[in-house]
T-cell receptor
């Protein structure tokens, strides 16, 4: 089955800095990679996703890159703000059909004002 | 359009009691997933259901845990004879089951076993 590794487990940055979270996956058939943000006491919320037919996707301060050859994908947050502080999860799955996303263990991002 | 609705949000049970967690998927979604999250840990897959069918329950403990998604009504995750180790956040997610396969999570049910 699929295995997703996520690093780092904790990331501390100053407000305004950039933050990068990296994930690797094992199943070359995976082709859909969502990212979720989980605030304390809440459920994970989808913030951005990417499919294997593109290498990069951007949405305001958030971007995701995908390297299919190396089987890794990354989340980039620019100009971080205190409200970006949360746990971020990456996931990998095969789009379509009855496929179950496999999640990384999460990255706790702390943005210091 | 309401999101994934879970209830109760918080549940306290004594050891040996039963816990029932309910999940109503987003409108138009026919696929439901249950995940468990222990403190400071990630999301562990438990079970994947479609209406009246369990598609994959490979992540669910063989004993004391069961799940259903009836033709009418919410999906239910049932934990019998709870033990302290069952204390966790249980998240339900749903998807439309189309090509996109994007899943959307509810706010979770926090189970505490005392």
């Amino acid at each position: 089955g699929e295995n997703v590794e996520q690093h780092p487990s904790t990331l501390s940055v100053q407000e305004g800095d950039s933050a990068v979270i990296k994930c690797t996956y094992s199943d070359s058939a995976s082709n859909y990679f969502p990212w979720y943000k989980q605030e304390l006491g809440k459920g994970p919320q989808l913030i951005i996703d990417i499919r294997s037919n593109v290498g990069e996707k951007k949405d305001q301060r958030i971007a995701v890159t995908l390297n299919k050859t190396a089987k890794h994908f990354s989340l980039h947050i620019t100009e971080t703000q205190p409200e970006d502080s949360a746990v971020y999860f990456c996931a990998a799955s095969k789009a379509g059909g009855s496929y179950i996303p496999t999640f990384g263990r999460g990255t706790s991002l702390i943005v210091h004002p | 359009n309401a999101g994934v609705m879970q209830n109760p949000r918080h549940l306290v049970r004594r050891r040996g009691q039963e816990a029932r967690l309910r999940c109503s998927p987003m409108k138009g979604h026919s696929h439901v997933y249950w995940y468990r999250q222990l403190p400071e840990e990630g999301l562990k897959f438990m079970v994947y259901l479609q209406k009246e069918n369990i598609i994959d329950e490979s992540g669910m403990p063989k004993e004391r845990f069961s799940a259903e998604f009836p033709k009418e009504g919410p999906s239910i995750l049932r934990i019998q004879q709870v033990v302290r180790g069952d204390s966790a956040a249980y998240f339900c997610a749903s998807s439309p089951g189309t090509v996109s396969n994007t899943i959307y999570f509810g706010e979770g049910s926090w189970l505490t076993v005392v």
